[in-house]
C-alpha cells in the first residue's frame, strides 16, 4: 500500500507508537494478584473509582498500567490484579527481570517494591511476564 507521507516520517511515526524495535519486541509487564492494606488516612472515599485512582498512584513512576478485578475486603482491604511496566527501571533490571524462563520471585519482589503508597502491598499467587 502506498502511503504520501515521507519514509522517514512514517519510521518514526511507527517508533513513537512503542512499535519501534527494542529488547523484546515491545513494554513488557509484571502481572500479579496484590492484597493492599491502605494506611493513608486522607483517603475518604472508597468506592471502586477512587480506589483505582489510588492504587494506580501508589506505584512508583506511574508503572501501574492496568488494574482488574479489584475486590473490596474487611477494613481497608483491597485485592486486585495490577499490571507494572517494566521498562521504569533501569535497562540492566528490566532485561534481568524479563529472561526466560521467567523468576516468579523476582517478579513479586518487583511489584512489592513499586508499591510506594500508604499501606502495606502483598503479592498473592505468581505473576506473570505480559506483552503489552
Not at 517478579?107 to 502495606?120: K, Y
Not at 502483598?122 to 506473570?128: A, E, Q, T
Amino acid at each position: 500500500m502506498a502511503s504520501n507521507y515521507p519514509r522517514f516520517f512514517m519510521l518514526s511515526f511507527s517508533h513513537a507508537r512503542g512499535s519501534g524495535p527494542s529488547h523484546t519486541g515491545g513494554r513488557m509487564f509484571v502481572e500479579g494478584e496484590v492484597e493492599v492494606t491502605i494506611k493513608d488516612p486522607m483517603l475518604s472515599s472508597t468506592d471502586e473509582h477512587n480506589l483505582k485512582l489510588w492504587l494506580q498512584r501508589a506505584f512508583k513512576a506511574n508503572s501501574c498500567y492496568r488494574i482488574s478485578k479489584l475486590k473490596h475486603g474487611p477494613g481497608k482491604l483491597i485485592r486486585a490484579v495490577v499490571a507494572i511496566n517494566t521498562r521504569v527501571l533501569p535497562e540492566s533490571e528490566w532485561k534481568r527481570l524479563e529472561a526466560d524462563p521467567p523468576d516468579a520471585l523476582l517478579m513479586a519482589q518487583f511489584i512489592e517494591r513499586a508499591f510506594s503508597g500508604e499501606g502495606v502491598c502483598v503479592v498473592v499467587g505468581k505473576p506473570s511476564m505480559k506483552a503489552s
